[in-house]
């Protein structure tokens, strides 16, 4: 079993930089595929990005490529996702989710572990 809580949303304003965490129990987070979706009112989940559990690549959005970096830090089961140039349109409950499943995906289906999400507003 995986828990992933994630923290560091909030109001920024248009053109700021915001850091998510995502905190992971369990021994072989290092091997586990992590990403990021994001939910706005009214809207389907949608894939941000994912960073590869065993060679760590990355993979990105179109609409956040360039302005939104993912990390993971496994010594401390920490993944990142650092956002900078947010736009109103970046509004979203933003999720963390895990999977053992070996490769990386980009759509929710591929993930087994969901964290319980972290609200990020930015204002015009």
């Known amino acids: 079993q995986v828990q992933l809580v994630e923290s560091g949303g909030g109001l920024v304003q248009a053109g700021g930089s915001l850091r998510l965490s995502c905190a992971a129990s369990?021994?072989?987070?290092?091997?586990?595929?992590m990403g990021w979706f994001r939910q706005a009112p009214g809207k389907e989940r949608e894939f941000v990005a994912v960073?590869?559990?065993?060679?760590?690549?990355?993979s990105y959005a179109d609409s956040v490529k360039g302005r939104f970096t993912i990390s993971r830090d496994n010594a401390k089961n920490t993944v990142y996702l650092h956002m900078s140039g947010l736009k109103p349109e970046d509004t979203a409950i933003y999720y963390c989710a895990a999977d053992a499943t070996p490769g990386w995906g980009s759509s929710p289906r591929f993930y087994h572990y969901w964290g319980q999400g972290t609200q990020v507003t930015v204002s015009s």
């Open positions: 960073i590869a559990g065993r060679d760590s690549r990355t």
């Open positions: 369990g021994r072989t987070f290092s091997s586990y595929a």
